[in-house]
């Protein structure tokens, strides 16, 4: 089992839709998690940050975080074309000097004009 | 402009042709990062830096090689690269104080190993 799942798509949504993604985990040791877009050619930018469970808004985009589930989640509200890419989520221990990253394969996302 | 560089963009070698690929990021970040993403499989980290001289292995390091002889670069050696290294690569950085876990990314740089 991957310890970081995240379901591939694509997930295609017409403009102004509410989208959301997710991604489930196994290592109850994560207590950062990071959602990056990645457009095609490019690479990954960060999106959005929280550290252990609550949720975080950052305008038309919302984290979530529910540790007790395992189970993280990015809406993003009133979605644009040019938010078509892919949506990768991503964890982190960050403890005893670890700086490793676990990373979500990515969910393909396009919105339609 | 703050960024991350990367060179070559572009890479096609031959099986045992031994190869590096540079990273430089111009923000004065401590932690450097390898990463390689293939279809499936997503981003995956290689090796990773939180200084000058100190590094780290990631989760696939396997026929990976790296140093951090100066803050700024953090160059990926191939020794003997094998086609099942064909990927995309990324290079990131990130500052290690605060809260502050934005890691930068760099282009990419596609290697074809035949």
């Known amino acids: 089992q991957k310890e ?3 379901d591939p798509g694509p997930l295609s ?35 959005m940050y929280t550290y252990s469970s609550g949720n975080k808004e950052d305008g038309r985009f919302t984290a979530q975080v529910d540790k007790s589930s395992k189970y993280i989640s990015l809406f993003i509200r009133d979605s644009q074309p040019s938010d078509s890419a892919t949506y990768l989520c991503a964890m982190s221990e960050r403890s005893s000097g670890t700086y490793k990253y676990i990373f ?7 919105v339609l004009a | 402009e703050a960024q991350v560089t990367q060179n ?34 997503g981003l995956r980290q290689i090796y990773y830096s939180m200084n000058v001289e100190v590094t780290d292995k990631g989760d696939v390091p396997e026929g990976y090689k790296v140093s951090r002889k100066e803050k700024r670069n953090f160059p990926l ?10 990927s ?25 190993v035949t």
């Not at chain 1, 017409?14 to 109850?28: D, H, K, M, R």
């Not at chain 1, 979500?104 to 396009?110: A, S, W």
């Not at chain 2, 990131?92 to 104080?97: E, V």
């Open chain 1, 104 to 110: 979500g394969t990515g969910t393909r996302l396009k």
């Open chain 2, 77 to 86: 050696i191939l020794e003997s690269p094998s086609p099942n290294q064909t």
């Open chain 1, 4 to 6: 970081v799942e995240q």
């Open chain 2, 8 to 41: 070559p963009r572009y890479l096609i070698t031959v099986t045992g042709k031994k190869l590096t690929v540079t990273c430089s990021q111009n923000m004065n970040h401590e932690y450097m990062s390898w990463y390689r993403q293939d279809p499936g499989l």
């Open chain 2, 88 to 112: 995309l690569y990324f290079c990131a950085s990130s500052s290690r104080t605060g809260y502050n876990y934005e890691q930068y990314f760099g282009p990419g740089t596609r290697l074809t």
């Open chain 1, 13 to 47: 949504v017409p403009e102004g839709a509410i989208v959301s993604l997710n991604c489930t985990y196994s290592n109850s040791a994560f207590q950062y998690f990071m959602w990056y877009r990645q457009y095609s050619r490019k690479g990954p930018e960060l999106l």
